[in-house]
């Protein structure tokens, strides 16, 4: 009697995830063969979508990113430090040395300068180095039938279909984020349907498989996007004190005669018209940081920054990395923290320190994740230190000592 006492739940919990399991794997299969219409109802054929969605099964940690919400948001000084520093800066002015004549005929076609596609190619696959490790028609499928958004994700999945169906992209290489991106330059299958182009002239837009494809995509998405050719994104600007910057922002765009007459120059003293620039170009101010910190005058191309991915610190970084590829400096006004930003072989350096204290956070990558600052707040509270899992120089510091 005990025995059957504790086993009967059990089964019978065995049976109902059995069931649900069953029921899932029903609701998928359902959900896929609504899917093969809508495909062949959108220039796919029967064979394409059963060649790569037919033995599809739902990959579930798709949709744990796709319901993340994380609780640590990343301070701008971190995140401008883990994409613009010296290992970027270096790669890139090597990549603008290697692919100079790519560049130059890039920018007399599309009229985008070669330092500026070369920035977003850092900064979205450190220039093809990580791209992605889900398949793209894998994610697409999961993201198509379960969780949020599924017209949307529906649309990509046709798109991703099309690409494969026109041969574009070489299927086992079809990888990228868990949302569907892809390539040197991270389109999403319906931005290459619209945008992505065959510059080498092989029949194929392949952004995956070819640098002059993905390069020459990248500047074509930004001449769409009103990218203005010679003309600056934007730079850093000092201000006078008592500034009223209330109701300022990138859309609130001033001439920079109005900008002077308000007390505004470059961090160098210089005025705002310098290097050529007209008395009637329209600019905006940002402060990312609030007034203490870096400030910046921005111009329309900045606004085509935005545009490939909608967040005024991604269009700061693509800006920042551009100028750096080009022997610019880095910003003259600190950040206003007391714990100042690390670098990505300064994080690679304090994720080997917390290895070597018997912290299981995976690999040395130089990618804080949850597991590393998890193991930070551990080694703060042992030291003393604000717990805020933050990978900052203090906690650095500190166990370089061996503390």
């Known amino acids: 009697m005990s025995n059957l006492r504790y086993s009967l739940p059990s089964l019978l919990c065995a049976g109902w ?4 399991v069953a029921y899932a794997d029903a609701s998928f299969e359902a959900c896929k063969s609504e899917l093969r219409r809508s495909a062949i109802s959108n220039q796919i054929s029967a064979q394409t979508f059963d060649r790569y969605v037919g033995g599809v099964q739902p990959d579930m940690t798709v949709i744990d990113r796709l319901n993340f919400q994380p609780e640590f948001r990343t301070p701008i000084w971190d995140y401008m430090a883990g994409l613009v520093d010296e290992e970027r800066v270096e790669k890139g002015q090597q990549m603008r040395a290697e692919h100079a004549h790519l560049l130059q005929e890039i920018e007399q076609k599309y009229g985008v300068e070669g330092h500026i596609v070369l920035a977003i190619w850092g900064v979205e696959t450190n220039y093809g180095a990580i791209s992605g490790r889900y398949s793209v028609v894998d994610a697409l499928t999961t993201l198509s039938c379960i969780g949020r958004r599924q017209t949307f994700f529906r649309n990509e999945l046709n798109s991703a279909l099309r690409i494969l169906q026109g041969g574009h992209v070489n299927p086992d290489d079809f990888k990228g984020s868990w949302a569907g991106a892809f390539g040197h330059t991270q389109f999403i299958p319906s931005t290459f349907e619209r945008i992505a182009v065959d510059f080498i002239g092989d029949g194929k837009r392949d952004i995956v498989g070819s640098i002059p494809d993905a390069l020459a995509s990248t500047a074509n998405y930004l001449k769409r996007s009103n990218w203005q050719a010679n003309q600056p994104w934007g730079f850093e600007v000092k201000l006078p004190a008592n500034l009223n910057t209330n109701d300022e922002g990138r859309r609130t765009k001033r001439p920079l005669s109005t ?9 160098n003293g210089s005025p705002l018209t310098a290097q050529g620039l007209r008395a009637d170009m329209q600019a905006g101010l940002i402060m990312p940081a609030g007034p203490e910190g870096p400030s910046f005058l921005v111009f329309r191309n900045f606004d085509a920054l935005f545009s490939y991915n909608a967040a005024e610190s991604y269009a700061l970084a693509i800006g920042h990395l551009s100028d750096r590829i080009l022997g610019g400096p880095g910003f003259s006004t600190p950040w206003p923290t007391d714990d100042p930003p690390i670098s990505r ?11 070597d204290r018997g912290h299981d956070i995976g690999a040395v990558d130089g990618l804080i994740g949850d597991r590393t600052r998890g193991a930070i707040q551990l080694e703060q509270r042992r030291l003393g230190l604000a717990d805020d899992g933050r990978a900052g120089l203090k906690i650095l510091t500190e166990l370089r000592k061996g503390h």
Do not use: D, H, K
Request: aromatic share 4%; no cysteine; proline share 0%.
């Open 259 to 267: 900008w002077a007459q308000r007390g505004l120059t470059r961090v």
């Open 17 to 20: 995830m059995s069931m649900s």
């Open 345 to 355: 072989s300064e994080r690679r350096e304090l994720q080997q320190l917390l290895l």
